[in-house]
């Protein structure tokens, strides 16, 4: 029988139309962010903005939920207060990335396996008994010519499958991340053709590995064009048909997904959720709601600099974006909420 703790989990990340905020940049990732932003690129600035974001002022009333980096969930704030404990204390449930990123998959030219089952169970023992509940797993898959293959889309969700099963037994809700990439100059039909595609084999795989659905969250990419393509869908349209791809595929007893925001500006991936939500009143079987990173983070990096004295102008900015994905959720989401902010 499934742990009721698990459930539990799973159904508070949703509660009060709240969000989940990824802030699990690798090493890597975030000293790139950085750099375009004329930030230090050191453990201590990585430190410093980490509990920016955390001690953010009633972040909790639209954010239930934090996605932290191995690095991140060791780090003390500037009084020695764990991260992990700050967010606790602020009813802010944490969660961990635990893949170990992406290389490129042998035979496969131009596509990518996710690394990091082997050790995983113990990781996951460490991390559930420093107080982290939910983990998360992104696996990508590039559209092009002949891609993704078969044999790609077949490991990777064999591989979010294992990691999820593993969770599970550590009592850790998994967040299963299968992100077709926005990158290329593909047509949004081929992205939903595509994204049908790997949902498909993704449930599949977990069926076969035993994982119980009623605890686990899928964050899929929205339906859109490729980043070079010339369309430009309205929100309703990538709405209606990222709806369309996932009611035909997902399963009811998943209880909610969770969007990543996959490199689009703040305000679009607000009004995107905002259709989607508006579109599906009492018609979708999972709750529709949002983890997002950049989205979310973005206009806080860029005031910060870096500075103590912007730290409560970043802090600002970062609840703003919060509560405009809140108000998404609920199709309350308006334009006028940024001019208003601004």
Known sequence: MMARALLDTAEELFAGDRGILAMDESIV????RFAAAGIDQNIESRRAYRELLVSTPELAQSIHGAILYDETIRQRRHDGTPLIDALTDAAIIPGIKVDAGTVPLAGHPGESI???LDGLRVRLAEYAGMGARFAKWRAVFAIGEGLPSRGCVEANAS???????LCQE???VPIVEPEVLMDGEHTMARCGEITEQVLRVLFASLHAQRVALEAVILKPNMVLPGSDADERPSPQEVADATLACLLRVVPVEVPGIAFLSGGQAGELASARLNAMNLSSRGGAPWAL????????????LELWHGEVANVTAAQHALRHRAECDQMARR???RPAAERTAA
């Open 29 to 32: 990732t975030c000293n790139r």
């Open 114 to 116: 996710t690394e990091g």
């Open 159 to 165: 591989a979010l499958a294992r990691y999820a099963a």
């Open 170 to 172: 550590a009592g850790l």
């Open 289 to 300: 709601g949002f983890s997002f990173g950049r989205a979310i983070q973005q206009p806080a």
């Open 331 to 333: 199709g309350e989401y």
